[in-house]
């Protein structure tokens, strides 16, 4: 996809009359210097809010990935409390790592930045699983088939059925992608 910068640049350059402006001077304050100014903002922008929304996605995306290993080794659908069992699994996954932190660290000192990170999350995950966890439907043999063929790209995640699984066993219909208690 060709940034607006270059088709900004490439425009000014094509202009009639601008042979300053192809050999690359231009006054500080011209139109077209602030149109390159804009256009390189924009890009700028752009680049820096793709980067934000990926970071926001990776959590998900690490998540569907577990799952889709599970997929991959299964032969057939899941049943509720086997899919209750891979989220037990799944919310339990920096257990070790979070054990040998809180072996490590001295007594009387104060938890590591890491330590808190697993902790926070671990409490947010186990949250989420008391109200419904974000899973996708591995009850349907056909959504088990798109889960396996999932290249770990957000925007293919749309064609896959959701469903949130809560710890007394209840499954719930959800959608793509998730927006609260959806």
């Known amino acids: 996809?060709?940034?607006?910068?270059?088709?900004v640049s490439k425009k000014i350059s094509k202009k009639k009359g601008a042979s300053s402006i192809k050999s690359g001077v231009l006054h500080e304050n011209s139109r077209d210097a602030q149109k390159i100014r804009r256009a390189s903002a924009r890009d700028d922008k752009i680049t820096r809010l793709a980067k934000v929304r990926a970071k926001l996605n990776q959590p998900y995306l690490q998540r569907v990935a577990f799952f889709q290993d599970f997929a991959?080794?299964?032969?057939g659908?899941?049943?509720v409390e086997e899919i209750q069992g891979l989220v037990?699994?799944?919310?339990a996954r920096d257990?070790?790592?979070?054990?040998?932190?809180q072996s490590e660290r001295r007594p009387g000192r104060p938890a590591s930045n890491r330590e808190d990170f697993l902790k926070q999350r671990n409490a947010v995950e186990k949250g989420e699983y008391t109200s419904g966890f974000w899973v996708p439907d591995m009850r349907d043999a056909k959504n088990l088939e798109k889960l396996r063929g999932w290249k770990g790209e957000w925007s293919a995640l749309g064609t896959i059925q959701w469903v949130r699984v809560d710890g007394d066993g209840r499954?719930?219909?959800?959608?793509?992608?998730?927006k609260g208690q959806s």
């Open 171 to 178: 499954v719930h219909a959800s959608r793509f992608p998730p």
């Open 77 to 79: 659908p899941f049943d």
């Open 72 to 75: 991959h080794s299964s032969t």
């Open 95 to 101: 257990g070790d790592e979070l054990q040998q932190l």
């Open 1 to 7: 996809m060709p940034s607006s910068l270059h088709k």
């Open 88 to 91: 037990t699994n799944y919310i």
